[in-house]
């Protein structure tokens, strides 16, 4: 007979303090999941997922980096656990990056002429003034703006 794998997860010092957050950022996911798309794009649909995901990812790495609130075994447990994006936080480390909105925006495959999207562009060197980004809704995420 197979043995039933538990998934009882240990959860390191100091999930306490962020577990709220956390599961709040949860039930909005869910949330947006849920919501019905009837009337908007296909793309559009899946604008405030990333928001919430982009949100969530961020406020993980502020309390590491930024205010140094949680330990490094706190961090490493929210990276594995999928509750933050790794790839994404590794690109907030690089100058130039600090205010990427998604991993999409900036590869250049998902683009026409092997560029980037246009929301990476600064605001004083656009036509027009108001955008969106087709992928995930970002109004302008340069590091110049």
């Known amino acids: 007979m197979p043995k039933i794998k538990t998934s009882r997860v240990s959860y390191p010092e100091g999930w306490e303090l962020i577990e709220p957050t956390i599961r709040e950022l949860d039930a909005k996911m869910r949330e947006a999941e849920n919501d019905p798309h009837d009337g908007k794009r296909k793309c559009e649909a899946l604008w405030p997922i990333f928001r919430i995901s982009h949100q969530r990812s961020r406020y993980i790495y502020d309390l590491y980096y930024r205010r140094k609130e949680i330990s490094q075994e706190l961090y490493e447990f929210c990276l594995d656990q999928g509750y933050a994006d790794r790839n994404l936080i590794a690109k907030w480390k690089k100058p130039g990056y600090e205010r990427l909105c998604c991993l999409r925006c900036i590869q250049t495959r998902d ?35």
Request: charged letters at 25%.
């Open 111 to 145: 683009h026409n002429f092997a560029t980037t999207c246009v929301c990476r562009v600064p605001k004083h060197l656009r036509e027009e003034q108001v955008i969106e980004c087709v992928h995930c809704g970002c109004r302008g995420c340069a590091s110049g703006d």
